[in-house]
């Protein structure tokens, strides 16, 4: 394992490049960047999880910090922009083609959650990459505009940008937590959806907690993602193979729906949804039973395809 950091647009991009038991640097390995989910780090589930099997299955590993996130650089803090989450991946393919140990032909992505949707929106336009796998994935713009926080999505565009007009004058930037501080305090609340009160145990507890696992957004930066859509054009420019992973409880996240319209839409001629029985999407974060299910497709996919 070792940490990097190497250019972005104006900052670094930090990140941990995992290897395989056997590796030797004299040899060219198939790569695979690994991209976390919104509100998430590399030290979390692309990291601990995937990437460690994908590294232990013979592959080189990068695990990503999205800018502005993590131990990532850029300015503000907190930034959740899929169009820079989308650029984050490109510079790390730009990182991995100078490795002499990586293989350039053979580079593949896996994201989960919003990672998932941002790894299949990159290779509509990013050719150097030959696979994806997505965990669980979100379509993070369609998600926001599914009546985010109880509000139209015009009635967020508003207060966004009040909020940015006021920040631009100098008030203090609103940092929003995307969840509640404690399942207990979910509950307290009436909250019944699955995702967000599994997001709460896997973020807010031991089981998942992270010091740069912020599960936090700035929110007069949200404009940019309510108009965004991670499956624009994949009927036209998603050609890369590509493998969906989804568990079979819908919750209010979306990744069910998502992960039904993207193997539909897309214009892969090698596609495949994974379905699990009995899974929900933060079961596919890291429980043993539905991880094991998952790589058990995901580690052939990618020796396959890449």
């Known amino acids: 394992m070792q940490a990097v950091k190497y250019n972005n647009l104006a900052w670094k991009s930090a990140a941990t490049l995992l290897f395989p038991t056997d590796f030797d640097p004299s040899k060219k390995y198939p790569a695979i960047i690994s991209v976390h989910p919104i509100g998430s780090c590399k030290e979390q589930t692309s990291g601990n999880i995937y990437g460690q099997a994908l590294a232990e299955a013979g592959f080189v590993v990068l695990v990503?910090?999205?800018s502005f996130q993590g131990e990532s650089g850029g300015e503000p803090r907190f930034t959740e922009n899929p169009y820079h989450r989308v650029e984050d991946i490109?510079?790390?393919v730009d990182y991995l083609i100078t490795?002499?140990?990586?293989?350039e032909t053979r580079i593949g992505v896996l994201g989960i959650c919003g990672g998932g949707?941002?790894?299949?929106n990159v290779a509509m336009t990013e050719r150097r990459i030959k696979a994806v796998v997505s965990i669980t994935g979100v379509n993070f713009g369609r998600m926001l505009r599914d009546n985010f926080g109880g509000q139209s999505?015009?009635?967020?565009?508003?207060a966004v940008a009040q909020q940015r007009t006021a920040e631009a004058r100098g008030a203090e930037k609103m940092i929003m937590s995307f969840l509640p501080p404690s399942v207990e305090a979910a509950q307290q609340a009436g909250i019944q959806d699955i995702d967000i009160l599994e997001a709460t145990d896997y973020y807010k507890t031991s089981r998942g907690q992270q010091p740069n696992g912020a599960t936090?957004?700035?929110y007069s930066g949200l404009s940019a993602a309510l108009g965004w859509d991670a499956f624009a054009l994949s009927e036209t420019l998603l050609t890369q193979p590509i493998l969906v992973v989804i568990g079979d409880q819908p919750g209010g996240f979306g990744a069910y729906r998502d992960g039904y319209e993207i193997v539909r839409r897309a214009a892969s001629k090698q596609k495949e949804l994974?379905?699990?029985e009995n899974t929900s999407h933060y079961e596919l974060y890291d429980q043993p039973e539905p991880v094991a299910q998952a790589l058990a497709k995901v580690i052939p996919f990618f020796k396959e395809q890449l």
């Open 64 to 66: 990503i910090d999205a």
């Open 90 to 92: 490109r510079y790390a």
């Open 99 to 103: 490795q002499d140990f990586v293989d």
């Open 117 to 120: 949707g941002y790894a299949l």
């Open 153 to 158: 999505p015009i009635e967020v565009l508003e």
């Open 216 to 218: 936090s957004a700035l």
């Open 274 to 276: 994974l379905v699990l």
